[in-house]
């Protein structure tokens, strides 16, 4: 059993409660909470949103779930900002194709040097 799913099973058993329980507590599917219980080997860390649910759900500490998820994943879990421009464009970018990444990679490069020449007073890229 993975962290995230030891995580999952004992905080239902502590509180009596069904898959549907914490599905309703988070707004998630239900099947969402159950693959989440059982999927022993997950290939990528579920999305920081539904952590963040499911942390709800189980009336737990949402780094607590990130970190089982990380532990269970061996990936690192992004944390959501309260930002809704940075959350759109973390949880869009992983849609791309790969070419377009690399345009999008380029592009805050290049805006982050523009950034950084406006701090030091010299002029834009």
């Known amino acids: ?27 998630l599917p239900r099947s969402t909470v159950h693959h989440l219980a059982t999927n022993e080997q997950p290939s990528r860390p579920p999305h920081p949103q539904t952590l963040t649910r499911l942390a709800a759900g189980l009336d737990l500490p949402a780094e607590r779930v990130r970190a089982a998820a990380a532990e269970a994943t061996e990936h690192t ?6 930002d809704p421009e940075v959350e759109f464009l973390v949880s869009a970018v992983g849609r791309l194709s790969r070419e377009d990444r690399r345009y999008v990679a380029k592009l805050v490069r290049t805006l982050l040097a523009r950034s950084a020449a406006d701090d030091t007073g010299k002029i834009g890229v």
Request: overall charge positive; cysteine-free; aromatic content about 6%.
């Open 1 to 27: 059993m993975n962290p995230l799913q030891a995580l999952i099973r004992t905080r239902m058993a502590e509180k009596h409660w069904s898959f549907a329980e914490v599905a309703r507590r988070g707004a």
């Open 77 to 82: 879990v992004l944390t959501l900002t309260t």
